[in-house]
């Protein structure tokens, strides 16, 4: 879809439009950090194919009637095999999240999350030959310390490395992959179509080694503590947070979305500590830390006008 960048637009209007993508990239990366910690909870009733899967078809399912105006138009062989390929990539990090959520805690995934971004820079610089400023770079780099200054005062100061930490790496690798294709293919479709047509993809992908695999026969369907954590990733963290990822990532851009990331950490101790986290000293440095690197990484016009004129 494209987007009228030459025509001129109201400062209010602008004003507006800037607000919605701020309250949006908030919603997003709150849902974001929220699904690490049901995640957690889901590993207990499904495997990682099975949660993967379901969560999967049925958001498709639910973004159907949403978008069935609009697939046979969007609909090409070539848009799709691109979509497709990109939803791969999504598919194998929630895989991989899953199974190291067997054997590492959520907030340490949280923190390994916070390397999508720096994972995200050097593919699009190594394959599309795409450059970063020096000062969107510190950011990445300081947003990461901040997350593991975090990681670090949440448990005292103690580091706890677990084997599920390399699968997590590795998924992360996955998910900056899909990042840097959804921003070259993201303009072939609106966002809700897009993110059905990666769903679905993904759905069809996971399908053989659902009916084949003994997942299914395992799960206690008629457990509500199985049902809650499904529908929860499913409706708040994979359908609306698939559509506003394909909005923000050209409303607002890869590397600012990414950005955002960086408060996963903090949210996520947030979500299991609540609040009195923030009076604590060990964890205020690594919150300023995450803050200064939103700052550096967010506050180019430039890079946004820049942006906005290649969709």
Not at 22 to 48: C, D, G, K, N, Y
Not at 243 to 265: D, E, I, N, S, W
Not at 294 to 301: D, E, G, K, W
Request: proline share 5%; charged share 10%; net charge positive.
């Amino acid at each position: 879809m494209s987007h009228p960048v030459n025509q001129p637009v109201s400062r209010g209007g602008s004003h507006r439009q800037t607000l919605y993508a701020w309250l949006a990239l908030l919603t997003w990366v709150s849902l974001l950090a929220s699904s690490f910690v049901i995640s957690a909870e889901m590993v207990r009733h499904a495997s990682p194919v099975v949660s993967t899967g379901l969560r999967f078809m049925i958001a498709s399912l639910i973004m159907l009637p949403l978008v069935a105006g609009q697939l046979k138009r969007y609909a090409s062989v070539a848009a799709i095999a691109r979509y497709s390929f990109t939803s791969l990539f999504m598919v194998l990090f929630f895989l991989g999240l899953f199974e190291s959520l067997k054997t590492t805690t959520a907030l340490n995934t949280a923190v390994i999350y916070t390397l999508v971004p720096i994972f995200s820079v050097a593919i699009a610089w190594l394959a599309l030959r795409n450059s970063t400023a020096w000062l969107p770079l510190l950011g990445f780099i300081l947003g990461s310390a901040g997350a593991v200054w975090v990681l670090l005062a949440s448990r005292g100061q103690s580091l706890q490395l677990h084997s599920g930490d390399l699968i997590c790496l590795l998924a992360c690798v996955s998910l900056a992959l899909h990042v840097v294709l959804a921003r070259k293919w993201g303009h072939l479709m609106p966002a809700p179509v897009g993110a059905f047509w990666i769903l679905f993809c993904g759905s069809l992908m996971l399908l053989p080694f659902l009916l084949l695999g003994e997942g299914l026969a395992q799960v206690q369907w008629h457990d509500i503590a199985f049902w809650q954590p499904l529908l929860y990733l499913t409706v708040f963290t994979t359908v609306i947070t698939a559509v506003l990822q394909q909005y923000l990532v050209r409303a607002v851009g890869p590397k600012k979305l990414l950005a955002f990331t960086y408060l996963v950490p903090t949210l996520v101790v947030l979500w299991q500590q609540g609040a009195g986290i923030f009076f604590s000293l060990l964890i205020l440095p690594g919150i300023a830390l995450t803050l200064l690197a939103l700052l550096l990484i967010t506050t180019r016009p430039e890079e946004v006008q820049q942006e906005a004129t290649t969709v």
